[in-house]
Nanobody, 124 residues
């Protein structure tokens, strides 16, 4: 098992920046793939970004590529999502999630472990 706890999100103006963090604990998670997944009201969960904890290889949804950066700090057991040039359409609840290797990194249903979610609101 792995436990995930996100930091608070927030309200930011369009064009602004925000960094989310996720504290990771539990059994050895070096083999895990970590992801940020978001869900807007009335919409399905959407993959945002993923990272292999062991190698730091990263993957991004086209909608955030070039604006968002996923990273992890091994020493602090923390996952980050740096969000720049935010747009109103980025408004969502953002979840930190973890999965085992195998299956599409970009498919939310393959992630068995989830944090509680944190609200990010981007005003126009």
């Amino acid at each position: 098992q792995v436990q995930l706890v996100e930091s608070e999100g927030g309200l930011v103006q369009a064009g602004g920046s925000l960094r989310l963090s996720c504290a990771v604990s539990g059994r050895t998670f070096n083999d895990y793939i970590m992801g940020w997944i978001r869900q807007a009201p009335g919409k399905e969960r959407e993959f945002v970004a993923g990272i292999y904890w062991s190698t730091a290889s990263t993957y991004y949804a086209d909608s955030v590529k070039g604006r968002f950066t996923i990273s992890r700090d091994n020493a602090k057991n923390t996952l980050y999502l740096q969000m720049n040039s935010l747009k109103p359409e980025d408004t969502s609840i953002y979840y930190c999630a973890a999965k085992f290797p195998g299956g599409m990194i970009s498919t939310p249903s393959f992630y068995p472990f989830w944090g509680q979610g944190t609200q990010v609101t981007v005003s126009s």
